[in-house]
């Protein structure tokens, strides 16, 4: 049967205003937070706007460990950041050198710019491909950095007020110390090179920025949390280059949003969804008025529609300040579970899970046969071993953990990957450029 593209497009309209209400939720719980990653990329947005020159947009993105934000603006200025944030008492910032970030933070005192160590990090690598001579001086570079890192890490690890603490956290100053003096000492040699001097410089004058972390142990050394939750409209912008009209784009930021957002939960996405369009059909085609029933108030969110009903003990906050589970119940329940299972039960269930790899692909079974030998998790809803998720139907005993995340290769510290610059000679890594100091490199 064929279907107008039109009449398609048109069935999707009715859809971006039901999602608003949860937009309004998740900008206020995004102001309540203390630590922000923020970035954007642009969007292209096939419309003539009133006011708006070009088909040039901005998708901006506002990340925190609990909910992504997305917004769609014509600006790519301070006063989106400032819009977004507009009632955020304080907090810390982290961003890359956008000189509309600086502008935001010098304008609000009280919210301090943290700059990310692996733009830095690029620049490094930047002068040696561009001058091979300096790939050892880089390399050098490049291990602060990594020891950087580490330290850091070793410091989140540690309790506060511990004895370990304080240790690591007077290595890490001692670290960031030594490493500034040798920036100074490099800026002010005239025997350096030019280009080494420009990017000390620039490093020295964001020093306070870059160090933001060492008051601020929970934050990044980077914004990668806020690179990575944005590579899916980057990936989308390259594929289908934007929206055709300007309901549509904050259709898609609302929809990667709420997606975004329902990752960080570990959520079922699919039986959310299904849950929350029905109550909007339930409401006359609008948001529904109880928008507490889709954001897991102190009962199972599945009580009205799967007939769970049962209140749970341990709670977590949740998107609108209301708790959120983090235990198993039954009855298809969309919250995460726990994130700890013994590895030996992880095979066998992966095994006796059956049809689809997928939670929310498929038939599962619903006698039972796919519990585990305790009882506690319904082990067809293991997506891959990796996220498993309750189907309706499944039982579950109340305290079952969840599956843990497949266990990828450790990185490298520093990058393996191989390219070509301009002039079209290979890209050197670290790693092979110290495995070849002091005995020259071929280019």
């Known amino acids: 049967m064929a279907i107008a593209q039109g009449t398609l497009t048109g069935g999707l309209r009715p859809l971006e205003p039901m999602f608003r209400p949860l937009l309004a939720a998740l900008r206020e719980r995004l ?29 901006w993105l506002f990340r925190t460990p609990e909910l992504a ?18 009632s955020a008492a304080q907090g810390v910032l982290s961003v890359d050198r956008y000189a509309a970030y600086h502008k935001y933070a010098r304008e609000n005192p009280k919210v301090q710019r943290a700059l990310c160590w692996a733009h830095q990090r690029r620049d490094f690598l930047a002068v040696a491909i561009k001058h091979p001579e300096l790939w050892t001086w880089a390399g050098n570079w490049l291990e602060r950095i990594a020891l950087l890192y580490n330290r850091h890490a070793k410091r989140r690890t540690a309790a506060p007020e511990s004895s370990a603490y304080t240790e690591q956290d007077t290595k890490l100053r001692h670290l960031t110390e030594r490493m500034r003096k040798r920036a100074e000492n490099e800026r002010d040699d005239p025997n350096q090179h030019a280009d080494v001097r420009r990017l000390q410089r620039l490093m020295l004058a964001n020093w306070d920025e870059l160090t933001v972390f060492l008051d601020n142990p929970e934050i990044d050394l980077d914004n990668n949390p806020a690179e990575r939750a944005l590579r899916p409209a980057v990936v989308g912008r390259k594929n289908y280059y934007g929206s055709g009209s300007r309901w549509s784009g904050e259709l898609a930021a609302a929809m990667m949003s709420l997606f975004a957002t329902m990752e960080a939960w570990r959520i079922n996405p699919r039986t959310w969804l299904n849950a929350y369009l029905h109550g909007c059909a339930q409401a006359g085609g609008q948001a529904p008025l109880e928008l507490d029933t889709y954001s897991c108030r102190g009962a199972c969110p599945t009580a009205n529609w799967s007939g769970c009903g049962r ?46 790899a997928r939670p929310w692909i498929g038939a599962v079974p619903t006698d039972g046969s796919a519990m585990s030998a305790a009882g506690s998790q319904c082990c067809a809803c293991t997506s891959r071993g990796r996220s498993p998720y309750l189907h309706p139907g499944c039982a579950s005993a109340v305290g079952a953990p969840r599956f843990p995340r497949r266990r990828r290769p450790t990185p490298s510290r520093f990058s393996t990957r191989r390219s070509t610059c301009c002039q079209n000679r290979p890209f050197i890594s670290s790693r092979a450029m110290r495995r070849n100091h002091g005995a020259g490199m071929s280019t």
Do not use: I, N
């Open 31 to 59: 102001r309540g937070s203390a630590h922000w990653h923020a970035d954007e990329t642009d969007w292209r947005v096939f419309e003539e706007c009133e006011g708006k020159q070009g088909k040039r947009w901005y998708m």
């Open 69 to 86: 934000y997305f917004q769609l603006d014509p600006r790519r200025s301070a006063q989106v950041p400032k819009e977004v944030l507009t």
């Open 311 to 356: 209140r749970h003990d341990d709670e977590a906050e949740g998107l609108w300040g209301h708790p959120v589970h983090v235990h198993s119940v039954t009855s298809g329940c969309w919250r995460p579970l726990s994130r700890s299972w013994p590895k030996s039960h992880r095979s066998s269930a992966q095994r006796s899970r059956g049809g689809s």
